[in-house]
């Protein structure tokens, strides 16, 4: 089967290669150039977006932010999955919150905000601290404003203000900022059938926002089932096909949803070694309309985000349990360039390779991550 | 880095795929059309092998029987590993024996034979039933002559003797025949710096000649270490670099090298999931300098290979612990098409699910396989 992914960054790379086994061919659109390239050879063009619509029996994407008209164009020859309409709420923080209040997901207290009367409106409904977030193309921390004394209140209007003359599409969404013990999140499947299948939880850490770190969780089963029965919820409102993610708030045993991405997620990284079958094959799997494979953890697994590095110590290739995954991407600072998937026989041997890992690191660049994992072992 | 590998296969394939997150690009030399291309999309054409060894930076190889002279300009480059006569010592059945003379590697006791003396030297100096094999070219049970009774004594001159006119080169190797067990393999690996790993010794099934299936060892210590001697002996000897595959006949308790091949080999493609790091990226990371990956078992697997079909019942891509491989082939007879690698968290569970896929694979093309699993279970 031929599988157009519409986006060539490294989750379309991660996919040709997780399906190349069961040769299946994928073929990325760059939507800087608007070409079809192959993403395992991006040297290799194929032609523009029509031709690889005509190529693929199915359309998928690894990112959000897809113009609509390219959505559009695919959604009409029927390949197109999972459907724009879930696409477009991965990329809309405000059509997110109407899902999550359809399918009754417990979330964060919010207001739209379009202008100053619904901006006093989430003053009046809201309690300090708020947080801000552009309801278009924020991720990463990026596009968000956070107020937390009365003092800020016409500076952060202001500021709002003016993003939102900018640009007529966009909207804020405004959220009480939710004391939560960590972030955790959910990579799961559903496939063209209605069957789904979900890997476990994963607790996520962040650094200047961005996620570095992500640790598979086997033995949380309240929180897993919480975390299921939303993902099956809101996947079967939307009848989506294909790998999603939820990251949610963990606030005592509740679960808060956070924010909804219709796609492969950097969370899910490590089923590449911790489960039979990643989320990039299962997620190409489910678009083509085969069966999903097994996501139970097979080893206890953690995942290190490289950001902003094109080298990390050569010992670390013999080291047992390591397995690294560059994206052939040149260096940039911040730029996520690679990642370091750890697996154990044991959670406590896992801990033990975690914590030899995080000596070997150079602070210089993980600084953050090896503290943050030296607090876990 | 950039790999030329000489033979455009799915061991090539294989190659690419595993070392493709570390950033190492591989082009494939394929005998046939004489052009590099690239092992993952082998419509890209990069021009010839005067070319391909330009853009390298190492120079390997997927088989052994690859032309002397293109052999000898990658040697002249200085960037061919393992060396020439390394890769000839696999094509060659008369070089192979010297090698184990030399290194005292226990073997079948054998006479060379290029005419009718030393035809009669073999028999004088083997006892029936004698195994006579071309020295050149032969693989997968291919250019073999059994004399079983000394009835076919001047018939099995008569085919000799032609085979041997046929071509100046050729040459026979006569071995006695040994009442062995089982056969057994060791894979491993030299790095540049003299490192050497091996992964746990598979016990291997053949059907009509053809390696069908292997079970990776785990507890069988004093056969692993008797090959991991002669593996390390062997290969310091040449001081080889990359993946070997020793082929063993195991007689009690002792083992008696059948074959060397100096490539990744298919009784190690079990390691894609049984180990951290692969026979295929293992053997790029040699052949370039980098520390060789952990060879452990992390989980008891076997592998089976999928000979003249394309296509496998499609509810085995759900089943736990599985993970085909298709080498995008088109079908013919006998024809190596995929694997299917089959893993478990204990023996217990596998041999469970090496039944499950007995039953499951149709016998019109699996008889033999199923056979011998449920044999083993």
Partial sequence: MNVLVLGAGQLARMMALAVKPLNIEIRAYDVGSKQVLNPLAPEQVFGNLTDGIQYADAI??????????????????????????????????????????????????????????????ALNQLSLPIIFKSALEGYDGKGQWRLKFESQTSQTWLELNEFLKSNAKQGIVAEQMVPFQREVSLVGMRGHNGEIKVYPLTENHHTDGVLSVSLALDNEQKIQQQATEVFTRLTNKIDYVGTLAIEFFQVGDKLLVNEIAPRVHNSGHWTQQGADTCQFANHIRAVCGLPLGNTELIRPTAMINILGEDTIPNQMLSMPGVAVHWYGKSKRPGRKMGHINVSGDSQEQLNQRLSTIADILPDAAFADINAYIKGKC
Same sequence: chains 1, 2.
């Fill in 60 to 121: 998928t994407a690894e990112f959000e932010h897809v113009a609509h008209d390219v959505l559009a164009l695919c959604e009409a020859s029927g390949k197109l999955k999972p459907t724009s309409q879930a696409i477009k709420i991965g990329g809309d923080r405000r059509l997110e919150k109407q899902l999550l209040e359809q399918c009754q997901a417990d979330n964060a207290k919010h207001v739209i905000v379009k202008d100053k009367e619904s901006f006093d409106e």
